[in-house]
């Protein structure tokens, strides 16, 4: 149990770290990654504004009919070219990546480079 609470503040620590150098502005606004077991979410945030600007997630009902488990990288890829393709719609192409005090590496690397791939640059 006490490893489970040392991990989660040793991954808090590092995203406040992180979340004093990334900042989302209207220009290049901030692409926030979540991952949890089961599941991964994103949003891409302007925090001059505090809005969210487009979302994505294995709990959308579009990516959870394609998809049986949502916590594999298979999954991620598909949420990084959805949320590559909500921000085309809003006219967003360039974003600040912010990982979320997780290694960049499995599912968070997935979804980045799924984004990358669909026009999104960071």
């Known amino acids: 149990m006490n490893n489970i609470k040392e991990k989660l503040r040793k991954r808090t620590r590092r995203h406040l770290r ?34 969210t600007l487009a979302a994505a997630s294995t709990q959308s009902p579009d990516i959870r009919a394609q998809i049986p488990y949502g916590g594999n990288v298979k999954a991620a890829e598909i949420v990084g070219k959805k949320i590559a393709e909500e ?4 006219g967003i192409t360039k974003v600040v990546f912010d990982k979320g005090g997780s290694k960049y590496h499995g599912r968070i690397k997935a979804l980045a480079e799924s984004a990358r791939k669909h026009s ?3």
Do not use: H, W
């Open 87 to 90: 921000a085309k719609k809003k």
């Open 18 to 51: 992180l979340r004093m150098k990334v900042f989302g502005t209207t220009e290049r606004p901030r692409l926030s990654v979540c991952k949890t077991l089961k599941n991964i979410y994103c949003q891409i945030i302007n925090d001059m504004e505090g809005r």
């Open 120 to 122: 999104l640059s960071f």
